[in-house]
């Protein structure tokens, strides 16, 4: 008899994790390797939010916070909200919880029941896809083409709607490539969604500062669809606190409630000294701060750099992101190939050709000595997925030898 659960043993491991392990653990090893599979930011979390949560250790904010957050965080993502979205969440329809992984959970949880249709665009984030297993649902994919610059269309979106549908997940910008929805486009999806009262969409904007285009556009701003969408963000990404882990939602009052009752019975709160360090978070100005302005301005920087470096990459059709820190590059071409005599790929998995994505991201990890993401685990085999969150001497290196090593395929 299994001891496993069997949600557990079905639902996948995820593929950036392990990749990221793999390269750490090769590193480890002395191995030089340059990690392009994280999504992390490589700056380090702004001074006075540091300076903020030390003070908050001395004043003894060390006892058990109220479950959905301190009542000043409340108000002050409350206030952020409408500073930088326009979006009017009172203090009860938002939850702060550890990471934007639980709050997406949580909202998932509280929404989806065995047998709901849950709309899911590719390529994703990966933990949408294992979420949603996890909630019994029928996951419906919507492929998005590189052509359209990885966004669905209305129609795409139409046809995919049945009376079952009860959540659609989707990030912009997104993870892992990039493409901004604009503001047209975001009505055009609220239009439809809006004459399927039964449906909700939680719209996962945790890279809303990491934007090279403009301003950032939330879906909930469109009066008619508001009570349909739950805006998911945190402060991982676009503050550089990732390991404080702070996510938290603005929703609908019932759904913050029932988010808010599953969290008290999962973690409670989450981590007092972490909120504090959320609350300066959410004080700065993104329009004004140096920190942020400083980051995206580098980040726009690498993203330049490394569109130039891979269109000279045989085989590799690359569009240009508009926010976040990745490209997703299409790489099919690159499939029936072979590799090197002497490759450690081969030696390793016994196979010489490079059949999909995951060949190919195990290639450069054992030959190229770059971690980089197989796009299976966003939905979409025919890519790779590279984190330029690195410096640019990472980067130009990291590129020289994923070029070398696909001039090597035969």
Not at 60 to 69: D, E, I, K, L, Q
């Amino acid at each position: 008899m299994e001891r496993i659960s069997k949600r557990v043993l079905d639902m996948p491991a995820s593929e950036t994790l392990a990749m990221t392990a793999l390269a750490r653990e090769l590193k480890e090893k002395g191995q030089d390797v340059i990690s392009l599979s994280i999504g992390e930011p490589d700056f380090n979390t702004p001074e006075e939010v540091k300076d903020f949560a030390k003070q908050s250790i001395d004043d003894n904010f060390t006892h058990y916070p109220p479950v959905p957050g301190y009542a000043d965080l409340l108000n002050a993502i409350s206030n952020k909200f409408k500073r930088d979205n326009n979006l009017d969440y009172s203090s009860q329809q938002i939850v702060v919880s550890t990471g934007g992984k639980q709050a997406i959970y949580q909202t998932v949880m509280a929404l989806v029941n065995p047998g709901d249709e849950v709309i899911i665009p590719t390529p994703y984030w990966v933990s949408y896809r294992a979420i949603a297993q996890m909630a019994e649902a029928k996951i419906i994919y919507i492929p998005g083409k590189i052509e359209n610059d990885f966004k669905i269309t209305p129609e795409q979106l139409r046809a995919a709607i049945t009376p079952k549908t009860k959540l659609m997940m989707f990030s912009s910008p997104s993870n892992p490539t990039g493409m901004i929805y604009s503001k047209e486009e975001l009505k055009a999806i609220a239009e439809i969604v809006a004459q399927h009262p039964q449906m909700m969409i939680m719209s996962d904007e945790i890279y809303e500062h990491i934007n090279f285009v403009g301003h950032h556009e939330s879906i909930a701003q469109f009066d008619f669809i508001k009570n349909q969408v739950v805006t998911v963000n945190g402060v991982a990404k676009g503050f550089a606190m990732t390991g404080w882990r702070i996510g938290f939602i603005g929703a609908p009052i019932e759904v913050a409630k029932a988010c808010n009752k599953l969290q008290g019975q999962i973690t409670s709160a989450t981590g007092s000294i972490s909120q504090r360090a959320a609350l300066k978070a959410m004080e700065m100005d993104p329009k004004t701060s140096e920190e942020i302005l400083n980051m995206r301005n580098v980040f726009k920087t690498r993203r330049n750099l490394v569109f130039a470096l891979l269109q000279e990459i045989p085989g590799f059709e690359v569009h240009l992101p508009q926010g976040a820190f990745y490209f997703f590059p299409k790489i099919s071409s690159l499939f029936g190939k072979n590799t090197p005599a002497n490759s450690n790929f081969a030696a390793q998995y016994n196979k010489t050709t490079i059949d999909n994505s995951t060949d190919l991201a195990f290639y450069f990890l054992l030959d190229a000595n770059v971690s980089t993401v197989q796009g299976t685990a966003f939905g979409d085999d025919d890519c790779i997925r590279l984190s330029y969150a690195t410096s640019e001497e990472n980067l130009k290196e990291a590129c020289r030898r994923i070029k070398e090593a696909v001039l090597a395929l035969k």
